[in-house]
């Protein structure tokens, strides 16, 4: 029963705007996350604002697009974009806080991966704006088109 609904939701067109909805969400939740986890760390790198400043505009943007046809279709594939682009930015500096730890990946890879940066956590930030990608593909309930 589960399954055949979500299915319907998605051959209506329901889901985009679910989508849309749950990229703002996941954005405010995952905010609040790296503001706290990069406050903690004292922002000891001037890139730890990035995600900061850049994560929570899918907030209002995937309001918007619940409501808004041109917004879901052109303004959260943009901001979207650019959320998974800083993602995988980020990914790169927790792997190379990791490996600037004494040992690096070769003598204490166990200990400095456990103790380092998070190494998947930047990724939280790329999956939020992947669904914003997802709601911006997905076919809309009003679409003229369909």
Do not use: C
Not at 16 to 38: F, N
Not at 80 to 109: D, E, Y
Request: charged share 15%; hydrophobic share 50%; no cysteine.
């Amino acid at each position: 029963m589960g399954i055949d609904r979500l299915l319907g939701e998605i051959e209506t067109g329901r889901f985009e705007k679910m989508m849309s909805g749950l990229t703002a969400v996941g954005a405010a939740v995952t905010a609040v996350e790296i503001w706290s986890e990069h406050d903690g760390a004292s922002f000891g790198n001037k890139m730890m604002w990035l995600p900061v400043v850049i994560v929570p505009t899918a907030i209002p943007v995937g309001i918007a697009a619940i409501f808004s046809r041109r917004v879901a279709k052109t303004v959260l594939p943009l901001f979207s974009s650019i959320i998974v682009l800083n993602g995988l930015h980020g990914m790169f500096f927790h792997w190379r806080g990791i490996m600037q730890k004494p040992g690096g990946l070769r003598a204490n890879a166990r200990y400095n991966v456990e103790m380092g940066p998070p190494a998947l956590a930047p990724l939280l930030a790329s999956m939020v704006g992947g669904m914003g990608l997802l709601a911006a593909v997905l076919r809309r309930e009003d679409d003229p088109s369909a």
